[in-house]
């Protein structure tokens, strides 16, 4: 299985939207209630402001990701896969190669998971994520890696259009 990202081109922000929808209604449900306006205007602005990567399996779409970069840290808003290639090593072997971009960089990578979502905690604590902090809605969470990637200072520049992953699994 081949798999590869790239920058989401704007004509893909319906599809996106699809699969955000499909992979987080439920569980906004549950907190807060689904407000279709707010979460399509909330997603709207994330879209432009975050780096939003198409996920491709042998050169279909498969998910997104979403990361925030700055200066001093990496937050991974979203890693969304479709269900027909969950539990099938792409969601860890992306997380991977995102982290290990991220510490090349020297900047720690940071993300937060619906404490309501129990499987995806399970995901990242297999991959040796933990929780660092947690309120009413979320779990903050970070990788053992990040206190390396914290002292060491930039390395590698990590912008957008640059981090692409082309692996095999």
């Known amino acids: 299985m081949k798999i590869d990202t790239r920058l989401a081109c704007t004509t893909e922000k319906d ?21 279709p306006v707010w979460q399509r205007d909330y997603f709207s602005k994330a879209y432009v402001a975050s780096a939003t990567y198409i996920v491709e399996l042998d050169t279909k779409l498969c998910g997104f990701i979403q990361l925030d970069i700055d200066d001093t840290g990496v937050y991974l808003r ?3 896969l479709t269900p ?3 539990s099938m090593g792409i969601g ?8 290990r971009c991220t510490h090349r960089s020297g900047r720690p990578l940071h993300l937060r998971v ?6 995806a905690k399970r995901f990242y604590e297999r991959e040796g994520w933990v929780v660092e902090a947690a309120d009413e809605a979320f779990f903050t969470m970070t990788h053992p890696l990040n206190e390396f990637a ?20």
């Open 78 to 80: 979203m890693l969304v």
């Open 150 to 169: 914290s002292m060491g200072g930039s390395t590698v520049a990590l912008v957008p259009e640059n981090f692409e992953v082309r692996m095999e699994v």
């Open 114 to 119: 619906f404490r309501v979502n129990s499987a």
């Open 15 to 35: 599809t996106i939207w699809t699969l955000y929808e499909s992979a987080l209604r439920a569980y906004i449900e549950s907190l807060w209630g689904w407000d």
């Open 92 to 99: 860890a072997s992306l997380l991977q190669e995102i982290l």
């Open 84 to 86: 027909t290639v969950r």
